[in-house]
């Protein structure tokens, strides 16, 4: 900015002093009998200047190991034996804590719930009133709730793609209660009167496929495809009389397909759905 004084017919110019930062890059310097130049990003920095980066403390050596996550499972159960067809659904979610021993070698542990709904038709074989055979049909409609303890270990096959992608192998123990909830007029002469809950227990093996999203997460896809596995179930009533009994099962899964006593030709074609986690650093 110019300022023009007049002193006895006189005039003077009069130079205004601009601060180049104050005004800012591109602002303008008035020099007395000078031409205006504008200022340039140069012009406003020091050549002596330096970008201080932040210094980040250390990671914790516990946080590279220690990771946190959950299972989420959706399942179509259908169950066909002798004198018993089950149809129905289960969800769960089962949230995971666990610790990278090595590079390839994991340990976890989950703890979770699920609610699963069961559609049940008994038949049973008799004589009419003339003496003719006949069949009798029941339906019953299972809802139950349960929780699930399951500790694994987990060994990385094979990494792929950059290693964005691995292939591990799982074996994990099971052990859990279920409490079924059905209608006592409808259960009467089921397996169902008078239960209270049954207790799981058992152990699988069967791959598993992750893909690393970034440094933090992780994506996984269980698999039911070729799991073997051995389970047993207590069931536990509330009459003195039917006492309890347990159920054991030798389960091969091929292609979503689960054969249940082979040796008692009793055939189930299994649980078909998907099953998927997410694990994350912390």
Same mark, same amino acid.
């Given at each position: 900015?110019?300022?023009?004084?007049? &002193?006895? @017919?006189? =005039?003077? +110019? *009069?130079?205004?002093? &601009?601060? $180049?930062?104050?005004?800012?890059?591109?602002?303008?310097?008035?020099? /007395? @009998?000078?031409?205006? =130049?504008?200022?340039?990003?140069?012009?406003? !920095?020091?050549?002596?200047?330096?970008?201080?980066?932040?210094?980040?403390? $250390? !990671?914790?050596e516990w946080k590279k190991k220690l990771y946190y996550g959950y299972k989420f499972d959706i399942y179509y159960h259908h169950d066909t034996r002798s004198q018993r067809k089950e149809n129905g659904f289960s969800?769960?979610?089962?949230?995971?804590? @666990?610790?990278? +021993?090595?590079?390839? +070698?994991?340990?976890?542990?989950?703890?979770? @719930?699920?609610?699963?709904?069961? *559609?049940?038709t008994y038949t049973t074989y008799g004589l009419t009133a003339g003496g003719m055979d006949t069949t009798y049909s029941t339906d019953l409609r299972v809802h139950q709730g349960s929780w699930e303890v399951t500790?694994? /270990?987990?060994?990385r096959l094979k990494t792929m793609f950059n290693d964005k992608v691995g292939i591990w192998l799982e074996a994990h123990l099971y052990t859990g209660m279920e409490f079924p909830v059905v209608d006592a007029k409808d259960a009467k002469g089921t397996d169902f009167e008078g239960l209270r809950h049954t207790i =799981?227990?058992?152990?699988?093996?069967?791959? &598993?496929?992750?893909?690393?999203? %970034?440094k933090k997460s992780t994506f996984q896809i269980f698999f039911s495809i070729m799991s073997l596995g051995y389970s047993?179930?207590?069931?536990?009533?509330?009459?003195?009389?039917?006492? %309890?009994? %347990?159920?054991? =099962? %030798?389960?091969?899964?091929?292609f979503s397909g689960k054969l249940r006593n082979m040796l008692a030709n009793q055939f189930t074609p299994g649980l078909y759905g998907l099953k998927f986690g997410v694990q994350k650093s912390f």
């Open positions: 900015m110019l300022i023009c004084v007049v &002193v006895f @017919g006189t =005039t003077v +110019l *009069m130079a205004q002093q &601009v601060d $180049p930062l104050a005004t800012g890059v591109g602002g303008v310097a008035s020099i /007395v @009998g000078e031409t205006q =130049t504008a200022l340039t990003p140069q012009d406003s !920095v020091t050549a002596d200047s330096t970008v201080i980066e932040p210094v980040l403390p $250390p !990671v914790p969800i769960s979610l089962t949230p995971e804590i @666990g610790w990278r +021993l090595k590079e390839r +070698l994991y340990l976890g542990l989950r703890i979770g @719930g699920s609610y699963q709904n069961t *559609m049940t500790p694994y /270990v987990r060994y =799981t227990y058992g152990v699988q093996v069967s791959p &598993v496929i992750t893909y690393q999203f %970034n047993g179930t207590t069931f536990c009533y509330s009459d003195p009389e039917k006492g %309890n009994y %347990n159920e054991y =099962t %030798n389960d091969v899964i091929v």
